[in-house]
Structure formats: C-alpha cells, structure tokens
C-alpha cells in the first residue's frame, strides 16, 4: 500500500512525495519521517520565497555576485538552501538572507537546534544527548560534533563577559543598567572541584580545579503544597570562567544586567570561609557576611559532645553564654575543630541576628530566612553534571560546561546560539564614559558612575549620599 503527498504553493508548482505503507509495526516512525521531509519541503520553499522578496526590494546600488548554497541542520534535518551573494558600492560582500534571519556565519545548524543541544549537555553527558538526538531530531549529531557546539556557545559568552569587563573597569564605559529593583540582595557562593585530566601547573601534574559560583537573589516564595517548601525569587547564577577577569567583578557585570546595582542597599553574603568569597565584602555593597552552615556545624558536632546546641548558640549571637555549659569532646581532630569554630564565632552568626544587634531590625524583611541555598544549587546545578561517574575535565572544558549551565538557568541561551546580537540598545551606551557632570539633567543629578557595577562599590554610595537627596540604609 502506498500514499502520494503533494505540496503545493500559491504559483501552483507542487512537489509530489510517495510513502510506502508495507511495515504496520513501524507506523510511527515512518510518520515521522514523512512529517520531516514534508518540513524540509515547507522550510525550503519558504527560504526561497524569503530570498526572492530580499531580491526584488533590495537597494538597487547592491549588485549580485553569485548564488551559494549554505547548510541548515534543524529539528527536522538538514537541507540546502541557495541563496544570492551581493557587493555594495563599498566592495563589502552581503547575504541578504542571512542578515534578515539574523544568521551567523559559518554557522551549520538553526539557532533552535543549539539551543536544544547546549540546553542537554549541561544536563547529560554528550554521548547521552547524541543518542537521544538521534531518536528525537531527523538526523544524527556525534557526541564531538556536541561537545563542539557547546564550546562554541559558552566561549562567545566568555569572550564577551571579557571585554565587557575590560570596557567597564579598564576604560571607564559600563553597560546600562537592567530593570530590576531590589532594596535587599542575597548572594551565596561556592566552589566545585573537579577531576582534572591532562593538566599540569608550573611542570607538575594538577589534579583538580576549581570551579567558583554564585547565586544571587531577591527573597524566598513559600510553594502551595502541604510541606513547607520554598523557592528563590528571581534568581541568577554565575560561574566565574575566565582566570584574567576577578570574580566578584564579573558577577557584578552578570548582575548588573537584570538588576539596578545602584538601588541596592544592603548585600548579605553566604558561604563557605574561603578567602575569594570574603573579598566580596569589600567589592559588594553594605555587606552583612555569614558562614555557611555545613562546615560550621560539622565541627561544632566534633569538637563538643553537644554540638547541635553550640551550633545554634552562634547563629543566634549568644556563644558566649553556652561555652561553658557544652562538654568539650576528646580525641585528635577535637580540638583542631574548636579553634575552627572559636575563630569564626562573628561570621558564623545569623545575619538577621547581626543587623539586630546594630540596631538595624526594621530592615530585616517579614519573610526572611536563612541562607544556605548556595549547596543545593551546586549540587543540583553543576555537581550533577560535572563529577562523579568517572569524569574528567580539561581547565577549558570546565569553564565552558559551567558558563554554559550558567545561560541555561538564567534563560540566556537563545542570545548566543547562531543570531548576531541586538545592538538595539546602543543609544544609550552612548553616553557610558564615566562622567560627572552634575548638571546633566534638571531633576536629578547624572553621574553614570552610579548606574554601573561600580555603584555597588562603598566608595559608589558615598558618592551617592553626596550627590543625591535620597534616604540609604548607610
């Protein structure tokens, strides 16, 4: 048995396709065979249509060169597509088609389809996202060809996360600032070491690498279901990924596109007690710093018998008053886990427990609670992906897989998968040298300093309090 599909246009030119029904066990795939090739057929003569309209509306200063053919692998397959080669006035060659579409060169397959496939791979290993391709997508992608795709995605983010810190901190020009308006900011940040393979440092092999992270966040929602159960409200994440660029720099830039770092006026800061996360308290706003909580309980639990009850004494500020009342543990690790904990009783505290006792209660939120997100979101985030079942990581090939589950969580993905990027917002970088001219504008004072990453800086608020008559937490 057999069935004859004809796809006709508006002209009356028409493409007839036969499709043999003979094996009834395999229906569904031959479905879906015959839908992707119907596709291809719509997708091409849609292209064409496209290219002939460009054709007979473009400039007529554009002369054509030639036709080339250029491949597109989608969702549906892959197909050619012949498009006209035009030289301006200038001696500057152009695909008008490709510039409509938005289409970068060189690109093989449709922004969609690297979507889809870089979205996988921060899930799965490539191999896994190559066999499922194969069973999902009309065509089959290796796990090299993945890999690469991803690469490809995660280093143009790189690279420009790069520059746009060079423009920023090197040559006085920032970006505008994004729309977002949070009084009160909540960071958290960690590190994840991963299996190295092939890397040495300074003649000697290294083993591991670390991959530092952070998330930011505006406060706590309560889920509609009988367990009490929360979600982060409007969260970010960044993942450091180039060694040249300081951390708490490139995750203010990160930042600075979805919030006004300006409005903020206080930053509490979670985390383990590494060094690299302390010095955000220097480059955050007015800054309210607390440990994380794993490290400390684990050595309060060895270094008293009562440990539980040592742990919340700091977080609630009143370790003084139980240090004589815990028994103290013996053993060889006991009391290297107390002179752990004795140095850090302040930044162990709670932060609401800190701001109280500054006098600073009424800026504490109704819904507040503790921090401790920071574990979770690596786990769930990057450990998931990047350790464990034997894998291994070139320095280069971490940093790609961790800036490209960043895109995926922040829904960035579609701005670097095979569209040039829209510089539609290009006016008002016009005006992104540092200045500070305050006479710019009649109602308020304009010091673009204070709409960049460095306005989150102590020295961005004082200048602020000084320039501005508004009320600040400082």
Not at 89 to 115: I, V
Not at 240 to 253: E, K, N, Q, R, V
Not at 393 to 400: C, K, L, M, R
Request: proline content about 3%; aromatic content about 8%; some cysteine.
């Amino acid at each position: 048995m057999a069935i004859e599909i004809i796809v006709k246009d508006d002209s009356g030119k028409q493409v007839k396709m036969t499709v043999e029904l003979e094996n009834d066990q395999n229906w569904e795939e031959i479905c879906y065979q015959v839908g992707c090739q119907v596709a291809r057929e719509i997708a091409t003569r849609w292209l064409e249509a496209m290219e002939e309209r460009l054709f007979q509306e473009r400039d007529k200063n554009l002369g054509v060169e030639c036709t080339r053919e250029r491949i597109r692998v989608t969702r549906f397959g892959r197909f050619d597509i012949r498009r006209r080669l035009y030289s301006d006035s200038q001696g500057d060659s152009h695909f008008l088609l490709d510039e409509y579409l938005n289409w970068l060169p060189y690109k093989w397959s449709t922004p969609s389809l690297r979507e889809a496939i870089v979205e996988l791979s921060t899930r799965t290993t490539f191999r896994d996202v190559s066999g499922a391709l194969e069973n999902l997508v009309a065509g089959v992608l290796s796990a090299s060809t993945i890999h690469r795709v991803l690469q490809e995605v995660s280093e143009a983010a790189i690279q420009e996360e790069k520059k746009e810190w060079e423009d920023c901190f090197l040559r006085g020009k920032h970006p505008p600032p994004g729309a977002g308006k949070a009084r009160v900011l909540y960071v958290e940040a960690d590190g994840l070491y991963v299996h190295l393979q092939r890397e040495t440092r300074e003649g000697k092999k290294q083993k591991h690498y670390e991959l530092k992270n952070a998330i930011a966040y505006e406060g706590w929602e309560r889920l509609s279901q009988k367990e009490e159960r929360y979600r982060l409200v409007n969260k970010r994440v960044y993942c450091h990924s180039d060694s040249g660029t300081p951390f708490w720099d490139g995750a203010g830039l990160e930042w600075h596109k979805h919030w006004d770092l300006g409005y903020t006026e206080l930053v509490i800061l979670g985390g383990d007690d590494a060094n690299w996360i302390d010095k955000g308290i220097d480059e955050l706003a007015f800054c309210i710093r607390q440990l994380s909580g794993f490290h400390l309980a684990r050595s309060c639990r060895k270094g008293w018998e009562n440990g539980d009850d040592m742990y919340d004494a700091i977080r609630c500020g009143r370790v003084r008053r139980t240090l004589g009342e815990v028994k103290e543990r013996e053993g060889k690790t006991a009391p290297k886990a107390r002179s752990y904990v004795l140095k850090r009783l302040e930044k162990g505290a709670d932060w609401r427990k800190k701001l109280e006792a500054m006098g600073l209660s009424d800026e504490i939120p109704d819904d507040a609670r503790g921090l401790g997100a920071i574990e979770g979101n690596e786990s769930n985030l990057f450990a998931d992906r990047m350790k464990d079942r034997g894998m291994s990581w070139t320095i280069p090939g971490a940093q790609h897989m961790g800036k490209a589950i960043q895109l995926a969580v922040n829904g960035d993905l579609s701005n670097w998968c095979g569209r040039r990027p829209d510089h539609s917002s290009s006016s008002e970088m016009g005006r992104s040298n540092l200045s500070f001219d305050l006479f710019e504008s009649h109602n308020r004072t304009a010091i673009p300093a204070l709409e960049s990453p460095y306005a989150s800086r102590p020295w961005g608020k004082a200048i602020r309090q000084m320039t501005m008559n508004t009320h600040r937490l400082l």
